[in-house]
């Protein structure tokens, strides 16, 4: 079993940066892929990106070019750079390994 720790989340006007830290409780090393999905109000989950074992990456239309997703072995967390924030990125965002998810952290962007 793994545990999934989010933390990282906050208010940030909009053109901010945040960085969101996901921390496991166990080594990530052997875990193929791990990613990050939100949930803003009165939506559905939506996967926001991935990142494999071997670094491969893919993202969400909505968050190329303004996201970075990345992952340190040694330290067993995975992160996500946000860049250039919308209020639409207001979320909750979680992150996930094989089937276990973190309880999540709260992005809020708003001026």
């Known amino acids: 079993q793994v545990q999934l720790a989010e933390s990282g989340g906050g208010v940030v006007q909009p053109g901010g940066s945040l960085r969101l830290s996901c921390a496991a409780s166990?080594?990530?090393?052997?875990?193929?892929?791990m990613g990050w999905y939100r949930q803003a109000p009165g939506k559905e989950r939506e996967l926001v990106a991935q990142?494999?074992?071997?670094?491969?990456?893919n993202y969400a239309d909505s968050v190329k070019g303004r996201f970075t997703i990345s992952r340190d072995n040694a330290k067993n967390t995975m992160y996500l750079q946000m860049n250039s924030l919308k209020p639409e990125d207001t979320a909750v965002y979680y992150c996930?390994?094989?089937?276990?998810w973190g309880k999540g952290t709260l992005v809020t962007v708003s001026s």
């Open positions: 166990a080594s990530i090393f052997s875990i193929y892929r």
């Open positions: 996930i390994a094989l089937a276990y």
């Open positions: 990142i494999t074992r071997d670094g491969s990456t």
